[in-house]
Nanobody
Framework: QVTLVESGGGLVQAGGSLRLSCVASASRIIFSMNEMGWYRQPPGKQRELVAAFPGVGSTRYADSVKGRFTISRDNTKNTVYLQMNSLKPEDTAVYYC????????????WGQGTQVTVSA
């Protein structure tokens, strides 16, 4: 069983920045091998991928955040980050941390979510 705990959400004005963090309770081996990602769910809309960082390979981003958001991970701390710059009101959503399935785990996991609100 893996627990993901997000932090760093809050209220910010348009143009501002926030950094989200997600700490996984998994072993370092599992964490390092698995894809970690950030999803978001705006009010009244479906959950969508924001950014993903696979265990091996390149990061990927939603078109709407390219050039503004950066995903990174520290495998020594079992932590994945999402640096969000130049925030817009349309970035307002609940942001969820996600761990994908991997060679040593046959299910994915979700955090409880953290609210990000961007005021105009």
């Amino acid at each position: 069983q893996v627990t993901l705990v997000e932090s760093g959400g809050g209220l910010v004005q348009a143009g501002g920045s926030l950094r989200l963090s997600c700490v996984a309770s998994a072993s370092r081996i599992i964490f390092s091998m698995n894809e970690m990602g950030w999803y978001r769910q705006p009010p009244g809309k479906q959950r969508e991928l924001v950014a993903a960082f696979p265990g091996v390979g390149s990061t990927r981003y939603a078109d709407s955040v390219k050039g503004r958001f950066t995903i990174s991970r520290d495998n020594t701390k079992n932590t994945v980050y999402l640096q969000m710059n130049s925030l817009k009101p349309e970035d307002t959503a609940v942001y969820y941390c996600h761990m994908g399935r991997g060679p040593l785990n046959d299910r994915d996991y979700w955090g409880q979510g953290t609210q990000v609100t961007v005021s105009a």
